[in-house]
């Protein structure tokens, strides 16, 4: 469907993790087979599949969330787990992290509205065809446009479709209409033409229902077989995705095979009318607060997770790596043998975690860890792992620079008082290197709020994940992501602020009491 | 005579090819006070970094009780306990108060409780003068208060020699008088010492040995009668004519 060509442009990591896939060798790894049937889906592309946050309509729970998933993929989902004698379980991946996860053995099918393409089946098998989706054309209601019988029938008419899609290609087909540039995104188009900019725009039917669902001055037509576009079945049928040599193929096929036209029309029908709209009257800003809310909430406190531990551990992992690096060169050939094997290590670590992108390390982490060793992680805790050491691999390097910009005399003073290097550390150089390198920790942490929004790639529903799905079914791109820059903005100023505050706190006070009475004095503590 | 403390024999310490000390001998004794005088890069602070090897000697042997503490088996951080340093830049922890710079040593390397430490590093800061300033940060104090700070500092950790690095050599003027002082005071408690410095009238009156350090040997030593009074080489001599007629 459009969405593979569309949104392979936007992710930047997406090569680099289909190479990954291609370079294991799909060897069969099943997912744990307890009786369930583990459907990949991103959750947010109405009306094929969506997050709610109930379990109206026969909703299906999402692993490891509070929300559930619903939609024409949802449905078809339930009917193949059922032949197969298993129960659902919808795994919320983002879309590129669909194929990994399905070859390392993460999910058994994926049900994505995806197209068989041939690019896709180098990697992966697929099933016969659950759903064959028609080119339509969205017009005015009440242009004469509404009447045509063919593509033929647009003569003068300025017609568009969305950008890098077959859609577009698809404009050529129709004689004497006048292409316009093509667009961003539906909602875009939408607009354009209510306000007459364009006559009407090529789409897909689940679209065009929704179009006229959302706003009754719009309609979609439908062309007989002979009137209507030609379309290359691997870009209109839809198919679920299998792992090569699945055994369960020939029983999906035939669950498949049992469900008639008319059925797959209700139910499409069906996930149109319970996909979840955004109510266009009123305040946009309290709309999608109150529908989306709760949703929002969680990924804004999944992404202070993420950074929080993250940076956390990574400053306590770059604090350990900075101390053992300024060990001073020992006496004995044994001891200076052992700390230069370690030092070594160290550097590979932190080259390796600085030198590649965290989407790669999460993806090899999680998917490559399954298809490989067949190490099955929680992806929380890969998330928190990655995010982890990738930035001790950061704050390590900071603070080798915080250490060495302590001035030389404070080493040779705890020196010259018989202090060890552990003793002088933790004594005297940390708690300044500290001080020092706090500007530059509050930037990873700012860094981390910002840059695991990548983690959603192994399924981490953090706030741009959570961002991508309500746009993804409200179509509110525009309002959508205005709310979530400024919760990121709120959460990476207030924590500038505090980490200020920290910084003031540990300057002390500025003035000091003279003492008269010693005695009386508290005794510090040398922390 | 008593056996010396430390005992330095043939000393030598290159940076690269550059030789800053070739062939140093010389022994302290307990209770001795030395003066080291000589040229700015003579080798005198040179010579004292490696006393308590904050230099490493490039060969030579440095004998601490007659026990060299250059073998693998020496307890260095024990030694340096014993040893204590003073340094130009007097180097307080800037992290720490006044009085937890005293404190710090006597608790991480002699493992003293808390109170006894603070005790301790109170009587001692009473001695230099700066029992107000407790709970001041280095950064908060002049120069010559820090040096007393941290001459308090080396004292705490009950040393069997202090070491000092030309101690008032970043200090104005009016602050210099505090600080020789305290080290007076300090000599005559019988503490042996070994001081890197310009000033000479306080070498000439606190030393028992001076020894007058050119080009990275001992030129000549002796007692500041001796050293000041009857100088025998002609570069003493040269040296002391252009220092004396400032004291």
């Keep these: 469907m459009m969405k593979g060509f569309n949104r392979r442009l936007l992710a930047v990591g997406a090569t680099v993790i289909a190479a990954l896939g291609l370079a294991w060798p799909a060897q069969t790894t099943h997912a744990a087979d307890n009786g369930t049937f583990k459907v990949g889906m991103e959750a947010g592309y ?150 007459g900019t364009i006559d009407g725009y090529v789409s897909e039917v689940p679209e065009g229902i929704t179009a006229q669902d959302a706003n009754p001055n719009l309609t979609y037509l439908k062309f007989s077989k002979a009137n209507g576009f030609k379309t290359d079945p691997a870009d209109v049928d839809l198919a679920i995705g299998l792992r090569k040599g699945d055994p369960d193929k020939a029983t999906i096929n035939e669950t498949l095979a049992k469900i008639s036209t008319a059925e797959r029309n209700h139910l499409m029908d069906e996930a149109v009318a319970n996909q979840p709209t955004t109510d266009k009257q009123g305040n946009w800003l309290l709309a999608i607060l109150k529908q989306y809310g709760p949703m929002l909430l969680r990924g804004t406190g999944m992404t202070l997770l993420l950074a929080l531990v993250g940076t956390l551990v990574g400053f306590i992992i770059g604090l350990l790596v900075g101390v053992i690096r300024t060990i001073p060169r020992q006496k004995k050939a044994a001891q200076r043998g052992l700390l230069a094997v370690g030092n ?88 300044q290197a500290i001080r020092n390198s706090l500007p530059a920790v509050t930037n990873e942490f700012i860094v981390n709020i910002k840059d695991t929004s990548v983690l959603s790639v192994i399924s981490v529903s953090e706030l741009f994940f959570t961002g991508e799905t309500i746009s993804g079914q409200s179509f509110q791109f525009f309002h959508t992501y205005l709310i979530v820059s400024a919760i990121y903005l709120i959460m990476t100023f207030t924590i500038s602020r505090l980490f200020r505050l920290i910084e003031k706190r540990l300057d002390g006070p500025k003035n000091y009491n003279v003492e008269n009475n010693q005695m009386q004095v508290v005794t510090p503590t040398i922390k | 005579m008593t056996e010396p403390i430390i005992e330095v024999r043939n000393l030598k310490k290159t940076f690269g090819t550059h030789e800053v000390l070739s062939d140093i001998n010389f022994a302290v004794e307990k209770g001795q006070v030395i003066s080291i005088i000589g040229r700015s890069g003579s080798g005198k602070s040179t010579l004292l970094r490696n006393i308590n090897l904050l230099e490493t000697p490039t060969s030579g042997d440095i004998l601490f009780h007659g026990e060299s503490i250059l073998a693998d088996k020496f307890d260095l951080p024990l030694y340096r306990a014993h040893v204590g340093m003073v340094f130009q830049s007097f180097n307080l922890f800037n992290n720490l108060t006044v009085l937890q710079n005293v404190m710090v040593g006597q608790q991480t390397v002699l493992k003293r409780d808390a109170d006894s430490a603070k005790k301790h590093a109170l ?78 009238a306080f070498a000439r009156d606190v030393s028992d040995k001076v020894v007058f350090m050119n080009q990275g040997v001992i030129a000549e030593s002796g007692t500041p009668d001796e050293l000041f009074g009857h100088p025998q080489k002609p570069e003493t001599q040269e040296f002391l004519k252009r220092y004396l007629n400032r004291v």
């Design chain 1, 344 to 431: 070594w290590l160290l550097s590979v670590y932190i080259e390796v975690f600085r030198g590649t992108p965290m989407i790669v390390q999460a993806a090899v982490l999680y998917y490559g860890a399954a298809q490989v060793m067949h190490i099955n992680m929680d992806k929380t805790l890969a998330a928190l792992v990655i995010v982890s050491i990738n930035t001790g691999a950061y704050i390590a390097e900071i603070m080798r620079g915080g250490i060495i910009s302590v001035d030389e005399g404070q080493f040779e003073a705890t020196h010259a008082l018989g202090m060890t290097h552990w003793q002088t550390m933790t004594k005297v150089i940390l708690p």
């Design chain 2, 123 to 200: 009587e001692l800061l009473a001695q230099v003068g700066m029992d107000p300033y407790i709970n001041a940060k280095p950064s908060q104090l002049s120069g010559g208060q820090e040096q007393r700070v941290a001459i308090a500092r080396a004292e705490a950790m009950d040393p069997e020699v202090l070491l000092f690095d030309e101690p008032t050599s970043a200090l104005d003027p009016e602050m210099v008088d505090d600080v020789l002082n305290a080290m007076t005071a300090l000599a005559h408690t019988g503490l042996t010492m070994i001081i890197v410095t310009h000033e000479m």
């Design chain 1, 46 to 195: 109405a009306p094929f599949n969506w997050t709610q946050s109930t379990s109206a309509n026969g909703a299906v729970k999402i692993q490891g969330s509070q929300d559930y998933a619903n939609g024409y993929d949802v449905q078809m989902a339930k009917k193949v787990a059922k032949a197969l004698g298993k129960k659902v379980v919808v795994v919320k991946t983002d879309w590129d992290g669909l194929a990994p996860a399905l070859t390392s053995g993460k999910i058994d099918a994926i049900i994505a509205g995806m197209s068989p393409t041939a690019e896709r089946r180098k990697t992966i098998d697929f099933s016969s065809t659950y759903y064959a989706s028609k080119l339509t054309v969205v017009v005015r209601r009440d242009s004469k446009w509404a009447k045509a019988k063919s593509i033929n029938d647009f003569k003068g008419a300025k017609i568009t479709a969305q950008l890098s899609t077959f859609h577009y290609q698809a404009i050529k087909q129709m004689k004497g209409v006048i292409k316009e540039t093509a667009m961003n995104n539906f909602p875009a188009m939408r607009v354009a033409l209510e306000s």
